[in-house]
């Protein structure tokens, strides 16, 4: 058990609406990355956030925003949602920015139909 | 071209066979490499990781890093059927914590 949950489980949204998944990260971790993978492929970076700082971004568009909170805890929001946006969304946590030991939630399965 | 290319799959093997699983990538800043395991609908969990060239071995599993032919290899020995899984190579620079991640491949280990 890694310690890292995420919500919701499953989502079904329409295309052109907006959609905010949550991760808590595990105890004591300050870092969370977030990682989308669609069906067949390996997760694809989207951002990272260290200290409620975004610290990291991967080729993804501004309608991919995020927030960490004191906490650690962390949102990633997805605005005029697109059939391409559907995969699987993981969030992975780790004691500080740089470390190989990240950690992954189960994921929240996001379709858009 | 892809930054990290795996081995197509699916693979199937008998139980109790040795399995290679391969990658190459084509960024030589890479400098840590890491093998994830994946269950069915549940997120990637760590396997191992090392560092620059060199073998690592953890158990029944060793990873394998050959940075000059930049090639990484994780091998099984003895798989077992709760080895069934898709096993994912990742890697990153010393820059910062962003992984990138092969595509992926299924083994499943029969009975």
């Known amino acids: 058990e890694t310690g890292v949950t995420q919500s919701p489980t499953h989502l079904i949204k329409t295309r052109g609406q907006q959609v905010t998944l949550r991760c808590s990260s595990q105890s004591g971790h300050n870092t969370v990355s977030w990682y989308q993978q669609a069906l067949g492929q390996g997760p694809q970076f989207i951002f990272q956030y260290y200290r409620e700082e975004e610290n990291g971004r991967g080729n993804f568009p501004p309608r991919f925003s995020g927030l960490q909170f004191p906490n650690y805890s962390s949102e990633l929001n997805v605005n005029a949602l697109e059939l391409d946006d559907s995969a699987l969304y993981l969030c992975?946590?780790?004691?500080?920015?740089?470390?190989?030991?990240?950690?992954f939630g189960p994921g929240t399965r996001l379709t858009v139909l | 071209q892809k930054e990290v290319e795996q081995d197509p799959g699916p693979l199937s093997v008998p139980e109790g066979a040795i399995v290679s699983l391969n990658c190459t990538y084509s960024?030589?800043?890479?400098?840590?490499f890491m093998w994830y395991r994946q269950y069915s609908r549940k997120g990637p969990e760590l396997l191992m990781y090392t560092y620059s060239s060199g073998n690592k071995e953890d158990g029944r599993f060793t990873a394998q890093v050959d940075k000059s032919s930049k090639y990484i290899s994780l091998f099984i020995r003895d798989s077992q059927p709760s080895d069934s899984a898709t096993y994912l190579c990742a890697m990153r620079t010393g820059a910062n914590s962003k992984l990138t991640f092969g595509k992926g491949i299924t083994l499943s280990v029969r009975p």
């Open positions: 960024n030589s800043a890479f400098q840590y």
């Open positions: 992975a946590s780790s004691l500080r920015t740089g470390v190989n030991e990240q950690f």
